[in-house]
């Protein structure tokens, strides 16, 4: 059941339109299916649409260390529910290979950029051999972390950030969708954490959602972007926006 917080969050929600540019309009983000309980385990890793837009799969992938076990999830629009399958669709890793691609469908020339920063740690306070032996080992793993830094990768696109993963592996896909060839345009989660949308001439359009989004797929017709949005542990919510352009 989609919680109350959720409810008044979403109430206020509103879509910025830098001025001067608009491309599409985008309505409120509205709660899809709400992913708990004992029939939802694992991690969304992939999201992918049946190509008449009615039907979407979730994978998850569920486990602390290889190998992680791969679940499937199948979510038809018309019922708001999910159900666990044994195996994704035919149509799944075709629309996931497209919709993660480097460059844009029908663009070749448009090529998402990857730019890697080595940020310098801090100087831990305290050595890490005291504060082992003082039994704070959680705060001897933090400052072994402080001390050595971070890996930032960032992909952009028309100088534009896409996507953005601090001392994680780079999944294509996970923080951006292009959409279909026809509408030249892409969704991504801004380094922010919030929902935008990008025609391949520049114009964008932010979508005041909650942060803590991945996952954004357009819908084959044009119509509509879902993407994930954790709620808590072990807890998710696949989102729906729908999208008018010209």
């Not at 709660?31 to 649409?49: I, Y």
Request: hydrophobic fraction near 40%; include cysteine; charged fraction near 15%.
């Amino acid at each position: 059941m989609r919680s109350s917080t959720l409810g008044v969050m979403l109430a206020s929600a509103i879509v910025s339109v830098p001025a001067g540019q608009q491309p599409f309009s985008a309505a409120t983000p509205t709660l899809l299916v709400d992913l708990q309980g004992s029939r939802f385990k694992g991690e969304p890793s992939q999201l992918a649409w049946s190509p008449d837009s009615t039907t979407l799969c979730l994978q998850t992938l569920e486990g602390d260390r290889a190998p992680l076990k791969t679940r499937y999830y199948l979510i038809r629009l018309g019922a708001r529910d999910f159900n666990g399958i044994d195996a994704a669709p035919e149509w799944a890793p075709k629309y996931w290979e497209w919709k993660s691609a480097r460059t844009a469908p029908g663009h070749p020339e448009l090529v998402i950029q990857v730019d890697t920063q080595n940020k310098p740690g801090k100087i831990p306070t305290q050595s890490l051999q005291q504060k082992s032996k003082n039994g704070l080992m959680e705060n001897a793993i933090a400052s072994q972390n402080e001390a050595e830094g971070s890996v930032v990768r960032t992909l952009t696109l028309s100088g534009e950030a896409i996507g953005q993963y601090v001392d994680q592996p780079l999944v294509p896909g996970t923080t951006f969708g292009w959409s279909p060839e026809a509408l030249h345009a892409v969704a991504y989660v801004k380094p922010t954490g919030r929902l935008a949308l990008m025609d391949l001439k520049g114009g964008k359009l932010e979508v005041d959602a909650l942060k803590g989004i991945t996952l954004p797929a357009w819908s084959p017709d044009g119509s509509q972007i879902v993407y994930v949005q954790q709620q808590g542990r072990h807890h998710f919510a696949l989102m729906q926006v729908a999208v008018t352009h010209p």
